[in-house]
C-alpha cells in the first residue's frame, strides 16, 4: 500500500531509471508499470495518482531535487550533483 508520503520518493527513482529525466506521461507509465499492484491496494490513491505525482514533483523542485518547471517545460529533470554544485558557487563581483 502506498501513500502520498511515498511518491516523491517513487518519481525520483522513476526519473532515475529514465536517466534523469523523462515527460510526466512518461513517468506515469513506468510507475504503472512497476506499481500498479501496489497503487490498486491503496485506496483513494488509486483514483489520485497521476494527479499526485505531478503535486510530489513540485515537492521535488520546492527540495531542490528537480529542475523548475519554467526552466524544463514538458520535462521532469532532477538536478544532478554538476548542476546543484554550478547553482551554490557564489557569484563574482566585479569591480570597476
Partial sequence: MLTKADLP??????LKSLGGEATPVEVARVLW???????KKSGDIFYTWQV???QAATALRR?????????SPG????IRKKDRM?????????VA
Fill in 75 to 78: 520535462i521532469w529533470r532532477l
Fill in 86 to 94: 554550478v547553482a551554490e558557487k557564489p557569484a563574482i563581483k566585479i
Fill in 63 to 71: 527540495q531542490g531535487k528537480m529542475v523548475p518547471a519554467a526552466d
Fill in 9 to 14: 520518493k517513487l518519481v525520483r527513482r522513476t
Fill in 52 to 54: 499526485d505525482i505531478r
Fill in 33 to 39: 508499470r512497476d506499481h500498479r499492484r501496489d497503487l
